[in-house]
């Protein structure tokens, strides 16, 4: 089946500097969207990306889709302690179906921001 | 605040037990999924509901079922529960998606955290 692989797995950063996540799919998607995990709390919808070659920008959060729509990126510049979560790729297959809307999550990226 | 509740927020149940997980769905929102998050993984598509139906299923055993309401509000049954069946049980609801394959935005609840001894 769909597998969905992000990296890494653990990123710690001094406040002030870049982070970057990494998300590849086995298998051609349709869309993928980020999530955004606080500690104790649930996903939290940012984005979605649906055109082969997209970038959208939200503030300092980049995000990316691949032209050939099988991986992504989030980079976040010049990180906040408020940053500080787990960040989650989750990607629809291209051929998953008709009715069937299953979205398949990576296991995420958890972000530390030291002040 | 999502406008999305689950209840309870917290269960212990013992080995071989059955338990039942609610969910409401934010208001106009006709499109549950449910997924379960073991710790330090992400969410795991459980299935779909669309206007009472099962829209879709993961690789999930049948001992996971569900149900879905007329008021779109959803039910997760567990039967015969196993140790490993420990984790965070989120619902997320939306509207069905739009025609061109994409994914309406799902919007989580807080979630019910499941301990099973």
């Known amino acids: 089946g769909q597998q969905v692989m992000q990296i890494p797995q653990y990123q710690h950063v001094q406040e002030g500097e870049d982070f970057t996540t990494y998300c590849n799919s086995s298998t051609t998607l349709s869309n993928i969207q980020w999530y955004k995990q606080r500690p104790g709390g649930h996903p939290v919808f940012l984005i979605q990306l649906v055109k082969s070659g997209e970038v959208k920008k939200q503030k300092r959060l980049t995000f990316q889709f691949g032209e050939a729509k099988k991986n992504s990126s989030l980079h976040i510049t010049a990180t906040q302690t408020t940053d500080v979560g787990t960040y989650f790729c989750?990607?629809?297959?291209?051929?998953?179906?008709?009715?069937?809307?299953?979205?398949?999550f990576g296991k995420g990226t958890k972000l530390s921001v030291i002040p | 605040e999502t406008g999305v509740t689950q209840s309870p927020t917290h269960l212990i149940k013992t080995r071989g037990q059955q338990v039942t997980l609610r969910c409401s769905s934010q208001s106009g929102h006709n499109t549950v999924s449910w997924y379960q998050q073991a710790l330090g993984q992400g969410p795991q598509f459980i299935f779909q509901?669309?206007?009472?139906?099962?829209?879709g299923r993961g690789n999930f055993p049948p001992r996971f079922s569900g149900l879905q309401f007329p008021n779109y509000s959803s039910e997760l049954n567990v039967n015969a529960l196993e140790l490993d069946d420990s984790a965070l049980y989120l619902c997320a609801s939306s509207l069905a998606p739009t025609s061109g394959g994409l994914q309406e935005t799902q919007y989580f609840g807080p979630g019910t955290r499941l301990l099973v001894l």
């Open positions: 509901y669309y206007r009472e139906e099962e829209n």
């Open positions: 989750a990607g629809r297959a291209l051929y998953s179906g008709a009715g069937s809307y299953q979205l398949t």
